[in-house]
């Protein structure tokens, strides 16, 4: 148990629609990064926040957006979902990052389908 | 840029047999840390060791062991005895600023 939960476990939505996953991070820890895991590939990431300010964005599109909030939880919201954004959503939370001198926990995931 | 590589798609061993997961990464970074998760068929990612750039020692916990060697930048992966619940995808990760890179994964399968 890494004390990351994530809501909801599953998820069906049709394209164009938009999705809110949730985030609970582990108390205490300030960052939460989010990732995405396509089938049979290794995590993507996504961004990272640090004390509710975005610190970091991989290579996706503005309608990939997040909110940390100050109770340790966050979220991630797609807006005009598309077919390729079915994957699982991983959120990860460290004490800090430092470029690794912590360790990131990852919760259980959301698997989203786009149909 | 940075790049991990995990050239072994899938292994296949039967119980007890010894596993070596290998992993290849390139960086242009004095000041990194390397990672390996285990992904059972649950999801979730489970930590199994960080390592940071300059600490070269190889780590022994319990059954499985690391051998990082900066002059070949690799990162290896042994199972020893393996058992059927080390079947999993174990993913070998490497830090940048604000995130880790992950290679595309083993896919471990110990039979009985």
């Known amino acids: 148990e890494t004390g990351v939960t994530q809501s909801p476990t599953h998820l069906i939505k049709t394209r164009g629609q938009q999705v809110t996953l949730r985030c609970s991070s582990q108390?205490?820890?300030?960052?939460v990064s989010w990732y995405q895991q396509a089938l049979g590939q290794g995590p993507q990431f996504i961004f990272q926040y640090y004390r509710e300010e975005e610190n970091g964005r991989g290579n996706f599109p503005p309608r990939f957006s997040g909110l940390q909030f100050p109770n340790y939880s966050s979220e991630l919201n797609v807006n005009a979902l598309e077919l390729d954004d079915s994957a699982l959503y991983l959120c990860?939370?460290?004490?800090?990052?430092?470029?690794?001198?912590?360790?990131?926990?990852f919760g259980p995931g959301t698997r989203l389908l786009v149909l | 840029a940075q790049k991990v590589t995990q050239a072994q798609t899938e292994i296949s061993v039967v119980e007890k047999e010894d596993v070596t997961l290998d992993c290849v990464y390139e960086t242009r970074d004095t000041t990194y840390y390397l990672f390996w998760y285990k992904q059972p068929p649950s999801g979730e990612l489970v930590f199994l060791i960080r390592?940071?750039?300059?600490?070269?020692q190889n780590e022994i916990s319990g059954r499985y062991s690391w051998n990082f060697q900066k002059s070949t930048s690799s990162f290896n992966f042994t199972i020893t005895a393996s058992q059927v619940v080390d079947s999993a995808v174990y993913f070998c990760?490497?830090?940048?600023?604000?995130?880790?890179?992950f290679g595309a994964g083993t896919r471990l399968t110990v039979k009985p």
């Open positions: 990860a939370s460290s004490l800090d990052w430092n470029g690794g001198e912590e360790t990131q926990y």
């Open positions: 390592r940071n750039s300059f600490d070269e």
């Open positions: 990760a490497l830090s940048g600023n604000n995130d880790m890179r």
């Open positions: 108390s205490g820890h300030n960052t």
